[in-house]
């Protein structure tokens, strides 16, 4: 089956410090990521879908220059979040489309950050 | 703007026992999206509904799909303790939200021995 890996699995940083997240299709293309947030004991919100080879389009109440997302291939897309602050701590997971097909659509592991 | 409510949102059941979750959705949704979650850990897709009436199956767990009435059910046979996990139920509006989907709340369900 299709698979989408995340990188890192979890990460610590100091405050106002950069994390990037790498979200990989690893066996499909992707032409289309979607980006969520999942805070503790709380549902996915989706944050940003990304676009392979286009600006990323944001949903409403998410910081684009804060949460600046790349897609430069079809098999990777990149979540970097600046000047991190603890309540941007949270569980960031990526999901990918496959391409061509209209429903299907698959999760990543997942990115714990948690900002001190 | 689709809107997607679970309920129940906690669900403790007893081995053996069946129960049903709902999800109950605002606004047309092409398809409707099952999934699992266990605590720390990312979502498993357990079905994906396309159109009304579809019914679909995988051991304990039967999922259902109204569209006239924008209601799918998670319905649970027999529970057993490895189904304790968080279900969620997610819709896409389609259109210029496609492929974007939107979440229930979440349904934390743990089961008894």
């Known amino acids: 089956g299709a698979v989408v890996s995340q990188h890192p699995s979890w990460v610590i940083c100091k405050s106002g410090t950069s994390v990037k997240i790498e979200c990989r299709s690893l066996d499909f293309q992707a032409t289309t990521m979607f980006w969520y947030r999942q805070f503790p004991k709380q549902s996915l919100m989706l944050m940003a879908t990304?676009?392979?080879?286009?600006?990323?389009?944001?949903e409403q109440g998410v910081e684009k220059d804060k949460f600046l997302i790349n897609h430069a291939s079809l098999t990777l897309s990149t979540l970097t979040v600046t000047s991190a602050h603890p309540e941007d701590s949270s569980f960031y997971i990526c999901?990918?489309?496959?391409?061509?097909?209209?429903?299907?659509?698959?999760f990543g592991p997942g990115t714990r950050l948690t900002v001190t | 703007e689709l809107k997607v409510e679970q309920n129940p949102l906690f669900l403790s059941m007893q081995e053996g026992k069946n129960y049903t979750i709902y999800c109950n959705y605002s606004?047309?949704?092409?398809?409707l999206y099952w999934y699992r979650q266990d605590p720390g850990k990312s979502l498993e897709s357990l079905f994906v509904l396309l159109s009304n009436g579809a019914v679909k199956q995988e051991g304990r767990l039967m999922a259902s799909l109204d569209t006239k009435a924008r209601l799918s059910t998670l319905h649970i046979t027999a529970a057993v303790h490895d189904l304790s996990a968080t279900y969620f139920c997610?819709?896409?509006?389609?259109?210029?939200?496609?492929?974007?989907?939107?979440f229930g709340q979440g349904t934390i369900l743990t089961v008894h021995p």
């Open positions: 606004t047309t949704s092409d398809r």
């Open positions: 997610a819709g896409n509006a389609g259109g210029t939200s496609y492929g974007k989907l939107t």
């Open positions: 999901s990918a489309r496959v391409a061509g097909k209209t429903y299907e659509q698959y």
């Open positions: 990304s676009n392979e080879g286009s600006k990323a389009t944001y």
